[in-house]
């Protein structure tokens, strides 16, 4: 088992700046086929990818957030990070990260990014 938390989510203004971390209780990318990804869920709609990030350090990202967004790692910490800037008010929903490790997929609980107008 693997536990993810979320942290760093919060309240702000539109074309604002936040960075979202996600720490794992173990080591993570140990595999070459794990991966890590931010997924983001709004009220009513389905969970969507935002962005993902492989053991070998491949990244991809939802056409919604490119050049917005930016996802990193730091494997001494065993943390992932979501980098956001130019925040738009569609932005706003509940941001998950998820470890796929082995086959398996484990979520964390999720931090709420609120951006207003």
């Known amino acids: 088992q693997v536990q993810l938390v979320e942290s760093g989510g919060g309240l702000v203004q539109a074309g604002g700046s936040l960075r979202l971390s996600c720490a794992a209780s173990?080591?993570?990318?140990?595999?070459?086929?794990?991966?890590m990804a931010w997924y983001r869920q709004a009220p009513g709609k389905q969970r969507d990818l935002v962005a993902r990030?492989?053991?070998?350090?491949?990244?991809n990202y939802a056409d919604s957030v490119k050049g917005r967004f930016t996802i990193s790692r730091d494997g001494a910490k065993n943390t992932v990070y979501l980098q956001m800037n130019s925040l738009k008010p569609e932005d706003t929903a509940l941001y998950y990260c998820?470890?796929?490790?082995?086959?398996?997929?484990?979520w964390g609980q999720g931090t709420q990014v609120t951006v207003s107008s």
């Open positions: 998820k470890f796929s490790h082995l086959g398996n997929d484990y």
């Open positions: 173990k080591t993570i990318f140990s595999f070459t086929r794990d991966a």
């Open positions: 990030i492989t053991s070998g350090g491949s990244t």
